[in-house]
């Protein structure tokens, strides 16, 4: 008998740094990449320097595509309306960072690499 129900809305394994690759537990493993990838896109901003007229303290939401090949691309960047009024550059500096961002292992679904979407909340916080 084939099962042929197959449940789009998860993994069997999640898309994974090198750093990553020896978790076996599926949770740490998609704790692990999250975490490398909220550090990588975060040392990037902290290159960079931010003129602004008031404080921002505030949650970005970065959606990223990591396709079949493993390769990182920054889908959207969804923000508030002063963030884009701020910080106006801030969507192309994401689109850099994420670019830098070197391949990772797909995401894997009954032995193939797969495509995935992953909705990541960065806080943006900068102080006169």
């Known amino acids: 008998m084939v099962d042929t129900i197959v449940d789009f809305t998860s993994v069997d394994f999640s898309p994974s740094f090198k750093v990553c690759d020896s978790l076996i537990d599926k949770h740490q493993k998609s704790d692990c990449f999250r975490t490398n990838i909220h550090q990588k896109i975060g040392a ?4 960079h320097q931010f003129i602004i007229r ?7 939401y ?7 090949k493993g390769k ?6 969804e923000s508030s309306e002063e963030i884009k009024n701020q910080l106006p550059k801030l969507d192309s500096i ?14 894997i679904k009954r032995g193939i690499p797969v495509t995935t979407k992953y909705r990541l909340p960065i806080k943006i916080q900068i102080k006169q």
């Open 94 to 107: 994401l689109r850099i960072s994420v670019d830098k961002i070197p391949n990772v292992y797909a995401a």
């Open 72 to 77: 990182i691309v920054l889908e959207a960047m």
């Open 54 to 60: 008031d404080s921002i303290s505030e949650i970005v």
């Open 44 to 47: 990037e901003l902290q290159n």
């Open 62 to 68: 970065v959606d990223l595509l990591i396709t079949s």
